[in-house]
């Protein structure tokens, strides 16, 4: 799995990182997504799944194959 994000669409509601704090994180200064680990262990993969559909702003792409 490799995960890309759009910090032009993040509105930084902070649930990815409430989901998976492993994998992402928030600029202090606006909240946006910081993506921590862009190659997730396989252990990480369902709470990433989760961050990504739960994104109101849909800003987390998952590449599967990757």
């Known amino acids: 799995m490799k995960i890309t994000v759009d910090?032009?669409?993040?509105?930084?509601?902070?649930?990815?990182?409430?989901?998976?704090?492993?994998?992402?994180?928030?600029?202090?200064?606006d909240g946006i997504v910081v993506l921590l680990d862009a190659a997730p262990a396989a252990d990480q993969h369902e709470a990433v799944r989760e961050s990504a559909a739960v994104c109101p702003a849909a800003a987390i792409q998952l590449h599967e194959d990757a």
């Open 7 to 29: 910090e032009e669409k993040c509105c930084g509601a902070g649930q990815c990182v409430l989901i998976a704090p492993e994998v992402f994180d928030q600029r202090d200064e």
